[in-house]
Nanobody, 121 residues
Framework: VQLQASGGGLVQAGGSLRLSCTAS????????VAWFRQAPGKEREFVAA?????YYADSVKGRFTISRDNAKKTVYLQMNNLKPEDTAVYYC??????????????????WGQGTQVTVSS
């Protein structure tokens, strides 16, 4: 599976962005898909994931929505009410990970190239 992320950019606090991640290859429908982010000087952290159910980090719950279109092999991250602390490089990932480990970045073996999201105050 190869992943291509897009949709990042510069936005003011309170604004919105939608990230997209398109997959090529086989059996996308069977994979868990997730978004992680990494801010400068910080470790990569879980943002959201989807496999049967949706999962969110507490810091984005109620503001971000993950969705997927299996026919288009695309996963989306709708980000509303963005805050400066959301500034990071966002990565999409895919894996056959089990649900109990869905928040763990080390359980994902397919990664997109990352897209920069910058939120100004």
């Amino acid at each position: 599976v190869q992943l291509q992320a897009s949709g990042g950019g510069l936005v003011q606090a309170g604004g919105s962005l939608r990230l997209s991640c398109t997959a090529s290859g086989h059996a996308f429908v069977n994979y868990a898909v997730a978004w992680f982010r990494q801010a400068p000087g910080k470790e990569r952290e879980f943002v959201a994931a989807h496999k049967q159910y949706t999962y969110y980090a507490d810091s984005v719950k109620g503001r971000f929505t993950i969705s997927r279109d299996n026919a288009k092999k695309t996963v989306y991250l709708q980000m509303n009410n963005l805050k400066p602390e959301d500034t990071a490089v966002y990565y999409c990932a895919a894996s056959m990970v089990i649900l109990s480990a869905i928040r763990r970045s080390d359980m994902y073996n397919y990664w997109g190239q990352g897209t920069q999201v910058t939120v100004s105050s």
